[in-house]
């Protein structure tokens, strides 16, 4: 019952409604909301929502509840097979962007130019995991993170920005670098909150220069150990431009085809990698 609970706080009825199109204006009370009903023919609004009580209730069918019976209604779904409906949305329903877009008066062709709908107009960042790129708070790019089986990167086809986080990682005196936002995402999570991220193996001029902010602050790079060598050669080759910048680099080497993410995911713990950190090698 706790598990039940805790589904309707997190998906509240007004928002899982409204992201379906659901049109509402303000009723009498300030947590009331009415518009025409999903669950029979209505012509005059007659389905209410009461968003802090979270439960719906409709004068023209009858018909009330909390957002579970509205799902067993909506989907014809049983008790059971509505909670497991809403447990898959942790996410947002997949290929509704652009027509949500355009509904707020985003034209077609801003959306095709920022790169947000592709050619055949389908959404390009279906199924994936979305993390904003920041610079200066301003939000300069997307990246997204295939949880499906599409290519695992995407970013929007411009500038990716600084490094990942720069504002709260400059401040350290060492510095990890890893290839992806998963990565970064897992550290942070171990208590490396010195870790940056330069989305893939490459740097820009302009992320050669963060690192280069500070004199003597050593930058430890853990990128995938690939069975083709291509993170190792990466590192490599970052390691060779950081030392031409007049930085200390140090290459991290993971057990044998790990990430920090997989080796994590694999069961280490913050005392291994930090083993692995001191066995850090320089060119
Ligand atoms: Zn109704």
């Known amino acids: 019952m706790q598990d039940v609970e805790h589904l309707k706080q997190r998906i509240p009825l007004l928002e899982y409604l409204q992201q379906r199109n659901w049109i509402a204006r303000r009723a009498a009370g300030e947590h009331e909301f009415v518009g025409l009903c999903p669950l029979h023919h209505d012509t005059h609004p007659s389905f209410y929502v009461n968003s802090r009580k979270n439960l719906f209730y409709c004068h023209g069918c009858g018909r009330g509840g909390d957002l579970i019976r509205f799902v067993e209604l909506f989907e014809r779904l049983s008790f059971r097979q509505s909670l497991a409906f809403l447990q898959r949305q942790g996410y947002a329903p997949g290929g509704n962007l652009r027509r949500h877009l355009a509904a707020l008066g985003y034209s077609l062709d801003l959306l095709l130019h920022i790169g947000l709908i592709n050619p055949q107009g389908r959404d390009w960042f279906c199924r994936r995991v979305i993390f904003p790129c920041r610079e200066s708070r301003q939000i300069v790019n997307l990246y997204g993170r295939s949880i499906g089986s599409a290519f695992p990167h995407r970013l929007l086809p411009r500038s990716k920005g600084g490094l990942f986080a720069w504002e709260s990682v400059s401040q350290f005196s060492t510095l990890i670098l890893v290839e992806g936002l998963f990565d970064l995402a897992v550290l942070w999570q171990?208590?490396?909150?010195?870790?940056?991220?330069?989305?893939?193996?490459?740097?820009?001029?302009?992320?050669?220069?963060?690192?280069?902010?500070?004199?003597?602050?050593?930058?430890?790079?853990?990128?995938?150990?690939?069975?083709?060598?291509?993170?190792?050669?990466?590192?490599?080759?970052?390691?060779?431009?950081?030392?031409?910048?007049?930085?200390?680099?140090?290459?991290?080497?993971?057990?044998?085809?790990?990430d920090p993410n997989s080796y994590f995911l694999a069961g280490a713990t913050a005392a291994d990698f930090t083993h692995c950190l001191q066995q850090a090698r320089p060119l």
Do not use: E
């Open 190 to 258: 171990a208590g490396f909150r010195n870790t940056t991220c330069a989305i893939g193996t490459q740097l820009t001029p302009a992320q050669l220069a963060q690192f280069s902010d500070q004199s003597g602050r050593p930058v430890y790079i853990a990128f995938d150990q690939d069975d083709n060598q291509a993170g190792q050669k990466a590192s490599h080759q970052i390691a060779s431009r950081l030392q031409g910048a007049g930085i200390r680099a140090l290459i991290v080497q993971l057990p044998a085809g790990h």
